[in-house]
Antibody, heavy 124, light 107 residues
Framework: QVQLQQWGAGLLKPSETLSLTCAVYGGSFSDYYWSWIRQPPGKGLEWIGEINYSGSTHYNPSLKSRVTISVDTSKNQLSLKLSSVTAADTAVYYC??????????????????WGQGTMVTVSS | DIQMTQSPSSLSASVGDRVTITCRAS??????LNWYQQKPGKAPKLLIYAASSLQSGVPSRFSGSGSGTDFSLTISSLQPEDFATYYCQQSYSTPITFGQGTRLEIK
């Protein structure tokens, strides 16, 4: 059974860099893209970006200048860094599996598996 | 970016009711449309993928339909555990985008 477990600092000051890690246990790490998604309090879901086993990335243009997603294939982990945070970056951050690396329109191409979420608060 | 617009943004209904939530994509996304349910403090849960395929373990009272630009999620007979927020999401192209959500409340 595949599980995603994430961790990272929950309280940041403005201008600092957010750093989160997500570990994937079980299943195939190499067959998928792995995404980061965030949700501000009381608001909807925003896709931040994705990375695959080879390190190929796609980012949301709205955050691209501040985001870096990386992968450590030896540990089956992905990481998120978001620089120069402001209060607008306060949100629950999730890692999620998907879409599949082969492309398509199946269960594997939706976000079927999610991490538990990490609440990140930006406050001076 | 592909815009996803859900309606209504909130909905009040009673146990046993049939409810439908709609999602419009601009431009067309073929059938690359997924639906999620989210309860407070929890990660979203996949209900429907590829517009109309029921995720394993999801009750059959949930169904999805549509293609191109217009999609819908129907709950045939609301149960107490169905009161939650629902999101559509397109997987046609990056950036991946979600609808703004529909909050389903008890009447």
């Amino acid at each position: 059974q595949v599980q995603l477990q994430q961790w990272g600092a929950g309280l940041l000051k403005p201008s600092e860099t957010l750093s989160l890690t997500c570990a994937v246990y079980g299943g195939s790490f190499s067959d998928y893209y792995w995404s980061w998604i965030r949700q501000p309090p009381g608001k909807g879901l925003e896709w931040i970006g994705e990375i695959n086993y080879s390190g190929s990335t796609h980012y949301n243009p709205s955050l691209k200048s501040r985001v870096t997603i990386s992968v450590d294939t030896s540990k089956n982990q992905l990481s998120l860094k978001l620089s120069s945070v402001t209060a607008a970056d306060t949100a629950v951050y999730y890692c999620a599996r998907g879409p599949s690396d082969s492309g398509g329109n199946s269960y594997d191409d939706a976000f079927a598996l999610w991490g538990q979420g990490t609440m990140v608060t930006v406050s001076s | 970016d592909i815009q996803m617009t859900q309606s209504p943004s909130s909905l009040s209904a009673s146990v046993g009711d049939r409810v439908t939530i709609t999602c419009r994509a601009s431009p067309s996304i073929s059938s690359y449309l997924n639906w999620y349910q989210q309860k407070p403090g929890k990660a979203p849960k996949l209900l429907i993928y590829a517009a109309s395929s029921l995720q394993s373990g999801v009750p059959s009272r949930f169904s999805g339909s549509g293609s191109g630009t217009d999609f819908s999620l129907t709950i045939s007979s609301l149960q107490p555990e169905d009161f939650a927020t629902y999101y559509c999401q397109q997987s046609y192209s990056t950036p991946i985008t979600f609808g703004q959500g529909t909050r389903l409340e008890i009447k």
